[in-house]
C-alpha cells in the first residue's frame, strides 16, 4: 500500500513539474487549443496575372526581387485608405500621418501599452485563470473591454450622429 501512495506521489510530482515548464507567455486566445495547428490569416491570395503591353520590352529578372503578382497588403491598404503605395512607415504620404497624430505623438507607445497590458494581465489573471480552472483567460481578463454595439448605437444616435444599423445579436 506504500509503494503505491509513494508511486502516485512521484507521478503527481511529475506532472506538476512538467506543468511549471510552460511559457509564461502564451497567447490568451489559445491557451488550451493546438498551437500547430494552421492559420489561415497566414495565406495571403496573389494578385491576378496581367499581360504585359509588349512582350519584347520585359525587363530583366531579378532574382530574389518582388513579383507583379505578390500579394502587398500595406501598400494596397494604403492605396484603399487614400494614399499611396510607398514602401516604409508612411512617411511618403505625409498627409496621412500627419492627420494622424493631429492630437500628438507618444513615441514609446508599444513599450507604455506593453508594460500596462502585462500589469492588467497579472492583476486580473488570478489563481483560477492562471491554472485554466476557469474559462478563457482572454474573455475573463478583458470582458470590461468588449463593447456593447447596441448601447453605443443608442449613445451615438442620441448625440445626432448619423449611424448603420447594428447587428439584432
Do not use: W
Not at 130 to 153: P, S
Amino acid at each position: 500500500m506504500r509503494e503505491l501512495i509513494f508511486k502516485g506521489g512521484l507521478a503527481l510530482l511529475a506532472v506538476l513539474l512538467l506543468t511549471a515548464c510552460g511559457s509564461k507567455d502564451r497567447p490568451l486566445l489559445l491557451a488550451g487549443q493546438k498551437v500547430d495547428s494552421p492559420d489561415e490569416f497566414l495565406v495571403l491570395p496573389s494578385k491576378s496575372l496581367e499581360a504585359p503591353k509588349s512582350y519584347s520590352e520585359l525587363p530583366t529578372p531579378t532574382p530574389g526581387a518582388g513579383n507583379l503578382t505578390d500579394p502587398t497588403p500595406h501598400a494596397d491598404a494604403s492605396v484603399a485608405l487614400g494614399g499611396r503605395a510607398a514602401a516604409g512607415n508612411g512617411a511618403a504620404d505625409g498627409a496621412i500621418v500627419n492627420f494622424a497624430s493631429r492630437y500628438g505623438v507618444q513615441a514609446d507607445i508599444r513599450q507604455v501599452l506593453s508594460a500596462e497590458d502585462q500589469k492588467r494581465r497579472r492583476a486580473r489573471g488570478g489563481i483560477l485563470t492562471r491554472f485554466r480552472l476557469v474559462g478563457n483567460r482572454y474573455f475573463l481578463i478583458y470582458t470590461d473591454d468588449i463593447l456593447d454595439q447596441h448601447k453605443e448605437l443608442r449613445r451615438l444616435r442620441s448625440l445626432g450622429v448619423v449611424t448603420p444599423t447594428a447587428s439584432p445579436n
